[in-house]
């Protein structure tokens, strides 16, 4: 079982988005009776506003005993894989990575997005951040309007549909209109053919549209 949760992100760093996403996660797992401890940018203040076991996150002696003294770390969102604010960014959480698994620790990414990721060492360190990962909770994109998201700028479309991820697209209709937004490499699940009458329930687990088909 995992019941000691480290957990990695850009916490600490006075960025309320990001200690709200820390602060959600911890009341998610309150009751699994999991313990959590965080790695920080001020892990006093963490500590004083939260009440929760904090390390410095740039402290590699620190970090190793964090990980050391944990069953899993834990990557619980924001988009920390990226390097527009810095090329270091994706580097510095691939390199946490690697540090678990060479502990022989669990890794798991909840709701992680990712991108932009432009340089190739960004992209060489989010690749192997997420091939290393034991779980992973994908990243869903609902698109209800297709005009209204291909109207928008190029880089707020790579932002979606971030490159170099596997991407898959899910539909109760034709698959061809679909394939441009998932590349060549990507997957269309859908309905190509006509003719076919019951309950939705079923309709939906014939033709392998459902969560369990999909997944």
């Not at 939260?50 to 990557?75: C, H, N, P, W």
Request: proline fraction near 3%; charge should be positive; hydrophobic fraction near 40%.
């Amino acid at each position: 079982s995992m019941k000691k949760l480290l957990v990695a992100g850009y916490f600490g760093c006075g960025n309320l988005g990001d200690d709200a996403i820390l602060l959600g996660f911890v009341e998610g797992v309150r009751e699994s009776g999991h313990q959590v401890s965080v790695l920080s940018g001020s892990p006093e203040e963490t500590y004083r506003m939260y009440g929760m076991t904090s390390y410095a996150r740039k402290d590699m002696g620190q970090v190793r005993q964090a990980i050391m003294e944990s069953d899993a770390l834990v990557f619980p969102g924001g988009s920390i894989f990226q390097d527009v604010t810095s090329s270091r960014s994706a580097v510095y959480y691939a390199n946490l990575v690697r540090e678990a698994k060479k502990q022989g620790k669990k890794v798991v990414m909840l709701g992680q997005g990712v991108g932009p990721v432009h340089g190739w060492m960004g992209k060489r360190a989010t690749k192997f951040a997420f091939e290393n990962a034991d779980g992973i909770a994908v990243r869903v994109v609902s698109m209800p309007c297709t005009q209204a998201f291909d109207r928008q700028d190029q880089a707020y479309r790579e932002s979606v549909l971030l490159r170099g991820i596997p991407r898959v697209a899910v539909e109760a209709g034709v698959t061809d209109y679909w394939r441009k937004y998932v590349g060549l490499e990507g997957k269309v699940i859908g309905i190509d053919r006509y003719g076919e009458s019951a309950p939705a329930g079923e309709q939906v687990k014939f033709f392998g549209i459902n969560g369990e088909a999909v997944a």
